[in-house]
């Protein structure tokens, strides 16, 4: 999601030390006397990993959640003000009007009844609507896989699940700092291995899930056809280049075949006329020996 700020070495390393920690619990790795302190040494520097990531990010997930704040606030009171003013029914109720399409704005103060042709026309006002505009920019490119309304591949993104998403990040960056506390603010004497594990637990359940719902919201905003269509597109493309350069090399090797015959054809043209010549030259000589 944040690819500038994320760093591909980490899940590597995460996964070298947590499979060290497995090791250094079930025993296949013995130190003596100061095996609990090897796995508590571990634990520290595993904790260290996962905060890195969760910490890392609290404060652009702290932005995302404020612009996210903004843009379920102005869906809801686009929802509730198209209702109130009788509009059509949205095609996609996640996708709101910017106004591109329609250039007749919606009578407020007229008595209610159903406006046709004001679907496509925004309810908000100039300032909301850029204040909507403007988180929704911001969102989608923080967020790769939200998109605020239809492309050539994909529907809007639900903005439930925009929510759900946005979230439980933010609840993992919580329960990261939560364990950063519980680990390093307490003492391995007195520190509770249940609550650790459990903290552990649940951020990477809360992580889990918001992938998981991220990949739910690509499916179902995913237009199958187009993508079908793109990519056999791509591979006709990818399969008339392989024809076209078979063609070309034929041709190449016809023209290179045809020259060859050329020139046999003017070397056995040649090789007679000069026969010809060097004979008229022998019989020339031989006459003019005799005259002499």
Known sequence: M????????????NTAQGLAWVLFLIGWIYVGEKQLYAIDVIDLVLVALFNLVGLGLAPFRAV????????????????????????????????????????????VEAAPQRQEGNEFYPVLSDKEQEILLRHQRRL???????????????????????????????????LQLALGICTYGVSRESRSAAATTSILCFSIATNATAGILISIGDRRTRKKDVLERLLKQDLTAEVMGKIQKKKQKE?????AKTEGNDDKGLLGIGVPLMEKIRKSSDRSSESSGKND
């Open 2 to 13: 944040y690819v500038s700020s994320y760093d591909y070495s980490l899940p590597s390393a």
């Open 64 to 107: 995302d959640t404020y612009n996210m704040a903004y843009v379920a606030h102005y869906h809801r009171k686009t929802w509730k003000m198209r209702e109130k003013l009788l509009l059509p029914n949205l095609k996609d109720h996640n996708d709101l009007p910017t106004g591109e399409a329609s250039a007749t704005p919606p009578d």
């Open 140 to 174: 989608e490119k923080s967020h790769t896989f939200y998109k605020p309304h239809e492309t050539q591949t994909h529907y809007a993104f639900p903005l439930r699940l925009l929510v759900a998403v946005v979230l439980l990040l933010d609840l993992h960056s919580c």
């Open 251 to 255: 041709e190449e090797k016809q023209v």
